[in-house]
């Protein structure tokens, strides 16, 4: 399921993540046709960043149970994630909780 998510709403850190997996995603080996269809990376990126919030947050909930991952890391991983719940909660219309599952 696509979710409809604006950019505003979506803290700069989970933001970050999601557009690095979009630009990786379009690295992967992808078709002549594919390329034709999603233009540049950069074209890519800037319009299909939003369909992986998703996996941005699973990585960046994984990020936190790494033992070398810092206290400041930590921090940011967790603030940024718990912004983003509670923007859900809010009933911000276009956030779901099923992001978060």
């Known amino acids: 399921m696509l979710l409809q998510i604006r950019a505003g709403e979506v803290p700069k850190l989970i933001k970050h993540t999601a557009k690095e997996i979009a630009g990786a995603f379009y690295d992967m080996h992808r078709t002549d046709q594919f390329r034709a269809q999603a233009g540049s990376q950069r074209q890519f990126?800037?319009?299909?960043?939003?369909?992986?919030?998703?996996?941005?947050?699973?990585?960046?909930?994984?990020?936190?149970?790494?033992?070398?991952?810092?206290?400041?890391?930590?921090?940011?991983?967790?603030?940024?994630?718990?912004?983003?719940?509670?923007?859900?909660?809010?009933?911000?219309?276009?956030?779901?909780?099923?992001?978060l599952q």
Do not use: N
């Not at 996996?55 to 909930?61: F, K, P, R």
């Open 45 to 99: 990126v800037r319009r299909h960043w939003t369909d992986h919030v998703p996996v941005a947050i699973e990585c960046l909930t994984g990020v936190l149970a790494l033992p070398g991952t810092s206290e400041h890391e930590k921090e940011a991983i967790y603030d940024a994630l718990t912004i983003f719940r509670e923007r859900a909660s809010a009933g911000t219309p276009s956030l779901s909780m099923r992001t």
